[in-house]
């Protein structure tokens, strides 16, 4: 197994777009022309976006002069072989795409991506040296029953807690409790506060004081630019990972620009 050794990860500012699966390429190039026309001065905050497989390399060829970072929404845990309609980590940097999401709680729930095999696909990820955005989240039964900070820490125990501290650089966690994915029912600043301070104390348990304060933690569930200011000004909170409004130019620069 090959693991960089070097200790250098660096928390940061990060507005990743996930565009799931919408946008054809002529919508695709459409939505990257008014990115880059309208982003007129260089972000303060880490741009990402995720676009569709088909339109990964067009996505990565338009953005390849600015500081956007183009990133997959998925990849396969193997490295090639008979898995029909998959991807692997190598495919994705040999178009230069090096940052993925795993665990989408999309991915989770519809397509059955347990612990277990999410933890592979972050292996695999972390063995390509490529970045890795893992999103975890709780269900509304969960925070209704008040089991989401066990379920949280079960998702990233199974999954992370495994990888030692020198990988650490590669890993950007996003919290997405599911019930504010798509809903327009948002975490309140405090309840995201209070789970990723949660999260940060686990990392400091689980993994070491060092990467507790150097991994940057994005939330995601219905960022939009009239909420993304008062949910990014919480201490622990490093930036969003953004559905609907990163479809929109506009509105995915303003939370983009809402540090
Ligand atoms: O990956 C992004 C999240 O699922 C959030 O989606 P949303 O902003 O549409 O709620």
């Given amino acids: 197994m090959k693991y960089k050794t070097k200790f250098q990860i660096m928390r940061d500012h990060i507005v990743a777009g996930n565009w799931k699966m919408n946008n054809d390429l002529a919508e695709t190039q459409e939505l990257l022309g008014k990115l880059k026309l309208q982003m007129v001065k260089e972000p303060e905050a880490t741009v990402m976006v995720a676009p569709s497989f088909t339109n990964l390399y067009p996505t990565f060829q338009s953005l390849k002069d600015t500081p956007v970072i183009v990133a997959a929404q998925n990849m396969h845990e193997s490295e090639k072989g008979a898995f029909t309609g998959e991807v692997s980590a190598s495919m994705l940097k040999s178009i230069g795409v090096t940052t993925v999401i795993i665990g989408h709680s999309e991915r989770r729930a519809l397509f059955n991506e347990t612990n277990d095999i999410l933890a592979k696909k972050v292996q695999a990820a972390i063995e390509n040296d490529m970045t890795v955005i893992f ?15 066990n379920l949280v820490e079960k998702q990233l125990k199974e999954s992370l807690f495994q990888l030692p501290q020198s990988v650490w650089k ?3 966690l996003a919290y997405e409790p599911v019930w504010a994915i798509g809903t327009g029912e948002t975490a309140s600043p405090e309840q995201a506060q209070e789970m990723h301070k949660h999260v940060r104390e686990l990392l400091n348990k689980n ?8 991994t940057s933690i994005l939330y995601g569930g219905s960022v939009k630019p009239n909420n993304a200011k008062e949910i990014f000004a919480k201490e622990d909170v490093d930036g969003g990972l953004i559905g609907g409004a990163s479809l929109n130019a506009v509105d995915f620069l303003e939370i983009v620009n809402s540090f």
């Fill in 135 to 149: 999103c975890f989240g709780e269900e509304l039964e969960d925070r209704k029953s008040e089991k989401h900070f």
């Fill in 170 to 172: 590669n890993i950007i």
């Fill in 207 to 214: 993994v070491g004081k060092e990467v507790a304060e150097a």
